[in-house]
């Protein structure tokens, strides 16, 4: 594994990155299965597919992240839940 | 109804620029976000540290106001370029033997590279030899010297992105204004439109999309600016033209806190990309409603 020594992978990063590229493959099997429709969900203002609402789940999950860690200092493995619970809301009814 | 059989080859062909994009984005990206949770010492030293870089990073003063800093930049600058820019398209000939002329000399300052246009402009900002520099000194009397009086300083650097960049808008705006069907002019005419009136209610709506385009351009190139304010002022006086990409090289490579700057880096990173998405939305979905207006 030394050639890839120079990114000092970490455990939690890589079940992060992990988590993303499962994601990604996940949804690609389900856009196989089923394909997304463009269309107004209940939470974002304007139409969208599943990709771009699993995008939008993702950038504004970040900014919750942020705003966590910059303001709120509790612990931040509640971050988890609340990641998945946003995620998959956005993702199914957004 | 077409015959032609489907098949997913076309993925094939996307897989070159996808092999680039993740060598040169999406790994350093990783090894960014990496870095940004530990403490880094040497190859060998390197401590797991949670969100500490996190934390730091955002109650860091200097990082803030090197934000605050260029935020204010970024919104003077495109400020003045964006209507300086389609002002300079809209008095430029469409056709005839002038307009490519214009367009040569219009697309010299975009040639220049960033840190060559930092020298010219560290020259021409000088108070003792510089044209500008001289000539506020000298004419205007007023007190001028960028490299002591921090005003001057951030005269200097917005005269100089406007140089470099008004003719990117420019050229943008009179390609769209080229675009633009002759029979709009003419009907304008027949209505006695006054020259407001036209670019009022045909260029501008026409210009749209063009205009949206040179924002976003402007907006990355404005917000990730490195080597020409680092060659006219290094920063400062003091730290008074310190932009984000200055402080955070700073961060990684003087004080060599790599995690900090990871940290640093990721949030710098996320504003570009919420603030690209956007841009996005907005042009994409006018593509949207005029395909259903149409």
């Known amino acids: ?82 990641a998945v619970v946003w995620i998959a809301t956005l993702v199914l009814i957004g | 109804m077409d015959s032609r059989p489907y098949t997913n080859m076309a993925w094939l062909l996307v897989l070159p620029a996808a092999l680039l994009l993740v060598f040169n984005a999406l790994v350093p990206f990783i090894a960014v976000i990496n870095y940004s949770f530990q403490h880094i010492y040497s190859p060998q030293a390197h401590l797991f540290v949670g969100w500490q870089n996190f934390e730091e990073v955002m109650h860091d003063p200097e990082v803030i106001h090197s934000l605050f800093r260029q935020v204010i930049f970024t919104a003077i600058t495109l400020g003045i370029e964006m209507p300086l820019g389609v002002a300079v398209a809209l008095t430029m000939p469409r056709g005839g033997r002038w307009s490519g002329i214009i367009l040569v000399f219009l697309a010299l300052p975009l040639m220049v590279p960033w840190n060559v246009v930092g020298f010219i402009w560290e020259v021409m900002g000088r108070g003792d030899i510089g ?29 100089m992105d406007v140089w470099h960049w008004t003719a990117l808008v420019a050229l943008l705006a009179y390609a769209g204004l080229c675009a633009i069907p002759g029979a709009f002019y003419q009907a304008a005419r027949i209505d006695a439109a006054s020259r407001w009136a036209v670019f009022r209610f045909i260029e501008l709506p026409k210009l749209k999309g063009v205009l949206t385009i040179a924002l976003l351009l402007r907006f990355i190139y404005s917000f990730k600016i490195y080597a020409a304010p680092f060659t006219v002022t290094g920063g400062g006086p003091g730290d008074s033209t310190t932009f984000l990409s200055q402080a955070l090289s700073t961060l990684a490579i003087n004080q060599l806190e790599v995690g900090e700057a990871g940290a640093y880096g ?29």
């Open chain 1, 1 to 82: 594994m030394h050639w890839i020594s120079w990114m000092y992978w970490l455990l939690p990063t890589a079940l992060f990155f992990g988590g993303i590229a499962l994601l990604l493959v996940c949804m690609g099997i389900w856009e196989a299965v089923s394909p997304t429709n463009f269309r107004q969900g209940y939470i974002i203002p304007m139409k969208t597919t599943r990709g771009d609402r699993l995008f939008i789940s993702l950038l504004s999950m970040a900014y919750i992240t942020w705003l966590w860690v910059g303001v709120i200092p509790l612990t931040k493995l509640i971050l988890i839940p609340i």
């Open chain 2, 131 to 159: 044209l500008l520099g001289k000539f506020i000194n000298d004419v205007l009397h007023i007190n001028f010297n960028y490299a002591t009086n921090g005003p001057s300083a951030w005269f200097t650097l917005i005269i």
């Open chain 2, 266 to 294: 990721t949030l710098y990173f996320l504003i570009i990309l919420l603030i690209s998405y956007l841009f996005y939305v907005v042009l994409t979905r006018s593509g949207v409603s005029n395909e259903e207006s149409a």
